[in-house]
């Protein structure tokens, strides 16, 4: 059995969306691309997590939503985000 992604939680077997969580879940990402660091962004979005931890956020599929998750995060946001990490990844070196 998988892990249930921050944000969510089940009830009656199904996923739903933990809407406080959801709401950090979005405060991140938009942190995150107005140009915070992983840990600022966490922090503005009241998420304890480890630099890696939050980094799988950014990069999980599934808030985008699919067959058993519904979505929190749209298409463009997460697409933004990503090519942002990869951006400062590669300057990184």
Known sequence: MNHTPFGYRIENGKAVIDKE????IKTLFQSYLSGDSLATAAKKAG???????????????????DEF???IIDQDTFNTAEAERI???ERLG
């Open 21 to 24: 969580a959801a709401e950090q």
């Open 69 to 71: 998750y519904p979505p």
């Open 47 to 65: 998420i304890k997590a480890f630099h890696s931890g939050i980094g799988r956020i950014l990069r999980n599929p599934r808030y985008l939503g």
């Open 87 to 89: 951006m400062r990844a």
